[in-house]
């Protein structure tokens, strides 16, 4: 079941509010798939029930051996404003792993967009693959 929520800002044509937020943490973690600590991340956003970017991917996912990314050491993060709906610019972010299989631990944060990719990064680091 997928809920909608109708009134939400980027429908029709127009771009999530959290776009610019999800370009800064596209720039600063697409580098981790060519330096080989991920061998799969995908980074979307919406304003579907609130602003956030959805961070997912794995450590070492092969699609034919495993068919599905949570069968590996994978990982689902979110980005997304602290005690609000919409993101309305210049509002702290809250990063969470909210589903994570075999990855060491990673704390909520309430930071900054460079605050949150540096983090990310080091923890990327810490879980890279070791095959």
Not at 29 to 57: E, F
Not at 59 to 83: L, Q, T, W
Request: with cysteine; net charge positive.
């Amino acid at each position: 079941m997928v809920v909608q929520d109708i009134n939400r800002p980027d429908v029709d044509g127009v771009q999530p509010l959290m776009y610019d937020v999800c370009e800064k943490i596209r720039t600063e973690l697409m580098p981790v798939l060519d330096k080989g600590l991920v061998k799969l991340l995908k980074i979307t956003t919406d304003d579907n029930l609130c602003s956030s970017v959805y961070i997912r991917g794995s450590f070492d996912y092969d699609a034919s051996v495993h068919g599905c990314i949570e069968n590996s050491r994978h990982f689902k993060i979110m980005v997304n404003c602290p005690n609000t709906h919409y993101y309305t610019g210049g509002n702290k972010l809250t990063v969470h792993l909210f589903q994570g299989w075999k990855c060491t631990k990673f704390r909520k944060s309430t930071s900054t967009v460079e605050k949150i990719t540096e983090r990310l990064n080091k923890w990327f680091s810490e879980n890279k693959i070791t095959k």
